[in-house]
């Protein structure tokens, strides 16, 4: 249930009808303060709630009630959109951010001076896998904690926050220490347990739509998170599982129109993973730019054929700068600013 306040109703005013509902109900409140008036959210069993008595409040101006199942994430509860800060990078509200670096991280050198290439390019945050999920268990899984490490010297030569994907709960607390932005992949959309433990972490979280997931499912995923306590989450989609082969995934651009109204949450786009392949980047980076979103995670390579993951969707260093070249104009024509 929403309750949109009159404009000009006071703050202890708000508080006392908060009060009242908690009370009453054993509903819990949270307030939105907007441009104008406030606008409280109660997630809990409303449907004994009489909304016409609630109407009759001289301080209140509407009363809605809300048929979707995720409450925190939902816009009608937080109609401005939410700017999620990284380390002093924000990403949403008519900013476009792009993060970017390898699959894996593979050693010092390789790290390092993918770093220095992406941030001299424009990128601004550096990501790298150091626990990886492989499809098979024969595959290069990463180097663990030590490729966290190497992320950690990466950041200290560049300035760039890291960007990273969290396997697991027990790794919560490395990642709360060395992370700065924590990665839930798409095979763990829907790890409740996992999306209950990244929820508690004072970190922001990077939310991978899963393989074969509704919108509603992601945001609830999304609600997962935030209802343990962490409400800044960031959105990612990264293609879907659909009947074509030709491509790794789909790449499902309607994602970020059909979000925009649906949540207030921030969504960056995929492009390497949606295809799969490094030469359909660029027009996929560009069309997700076209349409809304509010950054891009894009994967970069010293040398793809050498890669220990995903080399063939991986763009070059000069090729990530061509694309960063092309962003910028567009990036403007849309009327947001490239951080």
């Known amino acids: 249930m929403v309750i949109v306040m009159k404009p000009g109703v006071s703050q202890e005013k708000i508080q006392t009808l908060v009060a009242q509902l908690e009370q009453d109900h054993g509903v819990t409140v949270g307030i939105t303060n907007g441009v104008g008036c406030s606008i409280l959210g109660l997630v809990g069993d409303t449907a004994h709630i009489d909304m016409d008595k609630l109407s009759m409040n001289d301080d209140v101006e509407r009363v809605m009630r809300v048929q979707e199942p995720y409450k925190k994430a939902n816009r009608k509860f937080h109609p401005e959109d939410t700017v999620v800060d990284v380390c002093g990078v924000p990403i949403g509200g008519g900013r476009f951010t792009v993060i970017a ?109 899963g393989l074969s997931n509704t919108y509603e499912e992601w945001i609830m995923s999304a609600e997962y998170i935030m209802a343990a306590g962490n409400e800044n989450v960031i959105l990612c989609e990264r293609g879907v599982r659909t009947f074509e082969t030709y491509t790794r995934n789909t790449l499902d651009l309607s994602a970020i129109p059909a979000i925009r109204k649906m949540s207030h949450l921030p969504i960056v786009v995929d492009p390497s993973h949606a295809a799969g392949m490094y030469w359909m980047v660029e027009p996929l980076a560009m069309a997700a730019v076209a349409v809304g979103a509010d950054g891009l995670m894009v994967e970069v390579h010293n040398d793809p054929p050498r890669a220990k993951c995903d080399g063939a969707q991986s763009l070059t260093p000069e090729k990530f700068r061509h694309l960063m070249d092309k962003l910028n104009p567009l990036v403007e024509l849309m009327g947001k600013k490239l951080v």
Do not use: W
């Not at 990128?123 to 030590?146: E, H, I, N, V, W």
């Open 101 to 209: 670096g390898p699959c894996s991280v593979e050693s010092e050198d390789q790290i390092t001076g993918v770093a220095e290439d992406v941030k001299a390019a424009g990128a601004s945050l550096l990501r790298g896998g150091a626990f990886k999920p492989r499809t098979s268990p024969y595959s290069f899984q990463g180097m663990g904690a030590d490729g966290l490490e190497l992320l950690l010297e990466a950041k200290a030569a560049t300035g760039l926050p890291i960007v990273s994907e969290i396997m697991a709960p027990r790794y919560c607390g490395l990642f709360e220490e060395k992370v700065d932005l924590v990665q839930v992949g798409a095979r763990n959309m829907q790890n409740f347990d996992l999306l209950k433990e990244v929820g508690k972490l004072s970190k922001p979280i990077l939310l991978k739509r």
